[in-house]
């Protein structure tokens, strides 16, 4: 099955400055990656996702690129706030309905 | 709009109990799924169900049974509660064929067995 790794575990950033998460996959017939955010007791939450045929998306402050040739892809935030603390999983799909996700990141916004 | 809801929000049981964990959704959602989540694990997929009367495995099914009657119900069983399925349980829905398939998660189910 599909194998999903992201890195780091842990991150810790000064408010104002970029995060990045990355994530590599195993399965080349992935097609979907999409990321959720969780916050402390909450449900994870959709913030972006990305299709195989598209190469880098952006919503506002969050972007997510995609590399296919080496099989992996990234989450960017830029001007980090402390709202932006939370958990962040990815995960990776190939047909649509099984979802493997990543170990996930724990981001921490120092103010 | 509810989106999905799951009963109970905690429950403790002690080994060899059996209950059913509740999933419901009210968005005529095609798909449903089962997760669980550990520390330092991320979500693992237990069942799922691509319409009424239609269910496969995910990753770590031993120990789970799911049925889907109606479209708008995906309720969990454990026959016989171990220690090793404390965790917390998330159901989810979705439809797919739209340009982004959103996974909508209920709130969760904080299960302990003793």
């Known amino acids: 099955g599909e194998n999903v790794e992201q890195h780091p575990s842990t991150l810790s950033v000064q408010e104002g400055d970029s995060a990045v998460i990355k994530c590599t996959y195993s399965d080349s017939a992935s097609n979907y990656f999409p990321w959720y955010k969780q916050e402390l007791g909450k449900r994870p939450q959709l913030i972006i996702d990305i299709r195989s045929n598209v190469g880098e998306k952006k919503d506002q402050r969050i972007a997510v690129t995609l590399n296919k040739t080496a099989k992996h892809f990234s989450l960017h935030i830029t001007e980090t706030q402390p709202e932006d603390s939370a958990v962040y999983f990815c995960?990776?799909?190939?047909?649509?309905?099984?979802?493997?996700f990543g170990a996930g990141t724990t981001v921490t916004v120092r103010a | 709009n509810a989106g999905v809801t799951q009963t109970p929000k905690f429950q403790v049981l002690k080994t060899g109990q059996s209950m059913t964990l509740q999933c419901a959704q009210d968005m005529n959602h095609e798909y449903m799924s089962w997760y669980r989540q550990d520390p330092g694990m991320g979500l693992r997929l237990i069942h799922y169900s691509v319409g009424a009367g239609i269910t496969d495995q995910g990753e770590v099914p031993n120990g789970y049974n799911v049925s889907r009657s109606t479209t708008e119900d995906f309720p969990l069983r454990l026959l016989s509660a171990a220690p090793s399925q404390t965790s917390v349980y998330f159901c989810a829905s979705w439809d797919s064929g739209r340009v982004t398939d959103t996974q909508y998660f209920g709130p969760g189910t904080r299960l302990t067995v003793l």
């Open positions: 995960a990776a799909s190939k047909n649509d309905y099984k979802l493997s």
